[in-house]
């Protein structure tokens, strides 16, 4: 196994240092040779090379098996909207031309941690859910944007191609008829031409999937009902920026944000990253909470590499560290709080 | 006080119906002469003259001193994406030929209803801020729209001026002076660049408001500390697509997504509704929450009368009715639920 290595900014190189650990250490046991590859992104990226993305760090990533990803961005680029170039556009570069076009981000809940949910227990308890969002169309990519001449007008293009969205769906589709068998496709289909597209496009394929109930919700009911009754949802399909949104937002009601790890698929290599930030006011301390990457390390035997055993058991590894206790700061509750470094120890 | 009616679609009227009663009484208590004129809107509208927004309508809008309205939309054109008119078409059109620029949404919450809210006590209590949503430009306007020939492949614009921005800003940073100075400019800088003219402008706008705090956040990151921490914010502003996410989000933390009020602002006649939906499942049955329309007017005293006192006497007897269970049975909570009506003539 190839895995690629792009840690990115502020406390991504910590948190995938731990995964690292942890993947060497179940490739120790289950007999896996495993070869790392590391290579700069973003703001890192920038300050190395000038590019985001630079080529090498492609042609790293484009060769390997699976990509284990940190986090991308730095406060000094985002006070400043004139910025020439940006680290996000690394990221947004790589998802684009990798062809990482669905990103599954699953919420679910740990027993251990439900009571730091800022929603009340019956309201959390039980939540298990999973939005695919598209990653690498709508207004993220559409063309043209920027700025008139005199600069005191700007401009976005969202767009998507019946075909962007089919295949998006179909994934959707597809999880849901391995899960609940309920489809939620989340638009703004009452004010927006690709929504209605989008909704067009997902009621054509419903037919091919009959044992799965579709709902449609527009954007701004689901960002109300992830609150209200979590529970309700199965599968959520949805455009990039509405995924966006809505998958963050979804991400702290179980009351383990630092905890959801995510897939990006879509072409022969998969990218595995947590959804957390780069939070780089934490960056360099060894205080960053590494589960989220752990687990999507563990998404990543899964998904890319079908090793359900070897995904299973770092999953446990990572319950039996919550109960225990073997946690960092943000979690740690008033009990001793771990060191970054140190949770990864354990857990490998 | 020529006050236009556009009650809408679903359970528009009825609430309607029950903001007037209160009106009315209040003109009485305090010598107002009031006048309504009623005109069709939405779906409604549609069924009438094919027109979501009549000329006649926006005759009888256009010559009124303020506007309550009720609500708007219907399945039928919502699960048809190649309809022809769409009830929301009406609204916007509204609010584009009158101006409406500025949609104020406050967030606040009832001693007597926090504990229905889906957050935990020490999260919510005391939450109170409010949203400037920027109401007539972004996606909901932008040219071109629609679909290429084929009709595979549809597009939107986003677009925003600089002079969009600041008048919008502006009623931003002058609220936040009369509150707890703090201004959150909500945007997605680090991908749009409709976002970064926000955030630009907002940094030029800032020195002339020296009293005023101004902080910038992602829309993924505002998505999640409003459910997380919002005691965090006082005032803030974004734009179009952004604030009709994130204000409905932010209308269900207060455990009183029934009651929560608005105010469209920005030329000589201003508009007043509730930010619930047209739940049109409910529609006729004279079960609907009317507190939110019946708030809308009392800011409809407030925003284009300049009569805090009428305002204030609703509000207050608005959380009379809610401490002696004077509700609806959606916060009935076990008690009695009274219909629409009834509550409309207990306050009125
Ligand atoms: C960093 C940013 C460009 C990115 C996005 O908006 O896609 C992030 O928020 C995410 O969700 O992965
Ligand atoms: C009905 C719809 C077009 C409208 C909007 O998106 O603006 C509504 O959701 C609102 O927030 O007033």
Same mark, same amino acid.
């Given at each position: ?31 896996? $040779? ?8 973003? &703001? &890192? ?63 679910? !809940? ?66 849901? $008829? ?59 399909? !949805? ?41 780089? $006011? ?21 998904? &890319? ?22 946690? !960092? ?20």
């Amino acid at each position: 196994m190839n895995i690629a290595l792009l840690p990115g900014d502020g406390i991504g190189p910590e948190v995938i240092n731990q995964a690292v650990k942890v993947v060497n250490a179940i490739g120790k046991k289950f007999g896996h $040779q495993i070869s790392f590859k590391e290579a700069l992104v973003g &703001a &890192a990226a920038i300050d190395a090379t000038g590019d985001p993305y630079p080529d090498a760090t492609h042609e790293v990533a484009a060769n390997s098996d699976a990509i284990l990803f940190g986090a991308i961005g730095d406060p000094k680029y985002d006070n400043d909207p004139k910025a020439k170039v940006r680290p996000e556009e690394g990221l947004l570069r790589m998802r684009k031309k990798l062809g990482l076009f669905a990103n599954v981000r699953p919420t679910f !809940t740990f027993p251990s941690l439900i009571h730091k949910s800022p929603l009340k227990l019956e309201r959390v308890e039980g939540v298990d859910f999973v939005f695919f969002r598209e990653l690498t169309g709508g207004v993220y990519f559409g063309e043209p944007r920027g700025r008139n001449e005199q600069g005191t007008k700007a401009f976005d293009t969202n767009v998507y191609s019946k075909e962007e969205i089919t295949r998006l769906s179909r994934m959707g589709f597809e999880a849901a $008829q391995k899960r609940r068998k309920l489809l939620t496709c989340v638009d703004k289909a009452n004010v927006l031409a690709t929504s209605r597209l989008w909704r067009e496009t997902v009621q054509e394929l419903a037919p091919e999937y009959p044992d799965v109930k579709v709902e449609y919700e527009f954007v701004d009911a689901v960002a109300m009902r992830l609150i209200q009754w979590p529970k309700a949802y199965d599968v959520l399909i !949805t455009e990039n920026l509405f995924g966006d949104i809505l998958t963050d937002e979804a991400s702290v009601i179980s009351g383990s944000m630092g905890l959801m790890p995510s897939a990006s698929l879509g072409s022969a290599v998969k990218l595995f990253e947590p959804i957390h930030g780069s939070y780089p $006011q934490a960056g360099g301390k060894d205080i960053a909470n590494p589960l989220a990457t752990v687990l999507s390390a563990a998404m990543m035997f899964d998904y &890319a590499f079908d090793l359900k055993a070897e995904a299973e058991l770092i999953s446990k590894v990572v319950n039996e560290s919550l109960a225990e206790g073997i946690v !960092t700061e943000d979690i740690a509750d008033g009990g001793k709080a771990y060191k970054t470094s140190e949770v990864g120890d354990w857990l490998a």
